[in-house]
């Protein structure tokens, strides 16, 4: 089975998760990047990465990278490409894409060079004048930035966040690779017992039931590559078999959430039950400033409301002294709270042990982690 080179675009902040996502996957070549990782692998892991990657916002087949500064460079890059090995002569390949701080600025010429490339590269392998374009989809994606083009086709489809649970949300919904990094990152395990004060539409907790009993988030989609005639059946069909092997049913893990909006509410229990998780995840309607924890030990994971969404700002910062009080700093409370508001820590009264930068959308955030060292030592024990 052949080797090919991949790249995943992600979240930024978020790729050092990503790639030790891939590695103990068994990916190869695995290396960061600005927002995506590249890496290496066969038809296995090309399922394998669809199916189980909790971070990567698709998985993309690297054709080639090269320099080009006008027009001419870049077609005759492209038509170097050996795109014969991935489309057929029936086969569609659409082309869409983005140029940042390049000569080439203009994407919809770069659209056309790169489909008349791939075309002229066609016609002399299959010898034939035209293409229909009425058999399996290959989408072609390209990427120019500072004169450097990679071209890449497309194995995903919908993009990996669409896990697939979440047909319905609430106003403001966090994306479900950014609510699965803020659970990798608070350290929940099989044993933890979860809250999210402002669940909405329950992201954050059914990231983190998936989390814990380990269930892989593209189990129960399809994906685009599966169309593909020269990939098997089998690979998909053992990959997803491989991925329900893993799953742990019998944990500890039980998770609670909260919302003032008794549609979240139902929304929550809704989504929870389509991702399989619902036992897991116990919800009710709760003002913040009402909140208790029911255990002793917990993390408490929170996606607050951002004042350029959904209350003025005013608002949000008496918020974050309402839960300043009622987020108690106590042995075995951990709490992990991500918020665009860079005074966060002035309203909530406490500075957080740890920061991380971490997009929500196209909004910088802050995630902030306030924990116990001695917790932080058992939960990784």
């Known amino acids: 089975m052949r080797k090919m080179d991949f790249v995943c675009p992600c979240l930024l902040g978020i790729e050092g998760l990503l790639s030790n996502e891939l590695k103990r996957m068994c990916a190869e070549n695995v290396l960061s990047q600005n927002g995506r990782v590249t890496f290496s692998g066969d038809y296995n892991i090309l399922a ?16 080639g990278s090269f320099r080009a500064e006008n027009f001419e460079e870049l077609f005759q890059g492209v038509k170097k490409l050996a795109w014969e090995d991935l489309i057929g002569k029936n086969d569609a390949f659409p082309v869409k894409g983005s140029s940042l701080n390049s000569k080439l600025f ?18 002399e392998r299959y010898n034939v004048p035209w293409f229909e374009e009425t058999g399996a989809l290959f989408s072609v994606q390209f990427l120019i930035m500072k ?25 403001a919904p966090i994306k479900e690779t950014l609510a699965a990094a803020m659970v990798n990152l608070a350290h929940v395990r099989s044993s933890s017992t979860v809250y999210d004060p402002f669940c909405g539409s329950g ?9 814990a009993m380990n269930i892989a988030p593209g189990i129960n989609r399809r994906f685009i590559a599966e169309s593909w005639p020269w990939i098997q059946p089998s690979i998909w069909n053992n990959e997803r ?17 909260y919302d003032i909006d008794k549609n979240a509410i139902e929304l929550t229990k809704e989504n929870a039950k389509k991702a399989g998780v619902e036992a897991k995840i116990k919800v009710e309607k709760q003002d913040i400033k009402d909140f208790k924890a029911l255990s002793e030990r917990g993390i408490i994971i929170c996606n607050p409301p951002y004042g350029e969404r959904l209350l003025d700002v005013k608002r949000v910062r008496e918020l974050y002294e309402t839960m300043g009080k009622v987020f108690k ?33 196209m909004i910088k955030c802050q995630y902030h982690m306030y924990f116990n060292e001695g917790d932080m030592k058992q939960e990784l024990t």
């Open 48 to 63: 394998r990465a669809n199916i189980c990657s909790r971070y990567a916002e698709r998985v993309l087949i690297l054709m």
């Open 106 to 123: 203009s994407v919809p010429d770069c659209q056309s060079i790169i489909k008349k490339a791939i075309v002229e590269r066609l016609k």
């Open 147 to 171: 004169d450097i083009v990679s071209v890449m086709v497309d194995t995903s489809g919908a993009g990996l966040h669409k896990r697939g649970y979440r047909k319905n949300s609430t106003e």
């Open 203 to 211: 992201t954050i907790l059914i990231e983190a039931a998936l989390y």
């Open 241 to 257: 078999q491989r991925a329900l092997e893993g799953i742990r049913r019998n944990v500890e893990f039980q998770a609670f959430g």
């Open 329 to 361: 700093k106590q042995e075995g409370m951990n709490y992990y709270i991500i918020s665009p508001d860079e005074d966060f820590e002035s309203y909530f009264l406490r500075k957080s042990q740890k920061r991380r930068k971490l997009y929500n959308g």
